[in-house]
């Protein structure tokens, strides 16, 4: 273990190995990332289109499940209100995934599109 510390230590105040922290003009080239405008625009209404389809039909779920738990109840059938109530659990997730994931992409094509 020292050994593995020794060497490292050499490492970090070796004034040799300052290739690591080089000025601007190093190793790698400046290159700003962007995706074009004639790409851009169509992702952007695809991902809005399909975010708020999803997240429709997860609304649509979640009250067909307050439905099915309500009919469940007043019919004293358990076992369509024990569906019911997973539906409206699972629609939530779905709806919360729907959001996230889609925010999440929107957001990385917004920062590679400057």
């Excluded at 690591?20 to 809005?48: H, M, Q, R, W, Y």
């Excluded at 429709?56 to 004293?76: K, Q």
């Excluded at 024990?82 to 997730?93: C, M």
Aim: proline fraction near 6%; hydrophobic fraction near 50%; charged fraction near 10%.
């Amino acid at each position: 273990m020292s050994q593995l510390l020794m060497s490292l230590h050499a490492l970090a105040t070796d004034t040799g190995a300052n290739f690591l922290a080089a000025p601007a003009p190093g190793p790698v080239p400046d290159f700003d990332p962007s995706l074009p405008k004639e790409v851009n625009t169509p992702v952007k209404t695809i991902l809005a289109w399909t975010a708020g389809g999803g997240l429709a039909l997860a609304c649509l779920g979640g009250l067909s499940g307050w439905a099915l738990v309500a009919i469940g109840h007043n019919t004293e059938r358990a076992a369509l209100a024990a569906r019911g109530k997973q539906s409206v659990l699972w629609s939530l997730i779905g709806a919360g995934g729907i959001g996230l994931t889609s925010s999440l992409i929107l957001a990385a094509y917004t920062m590679t599109s400057a």
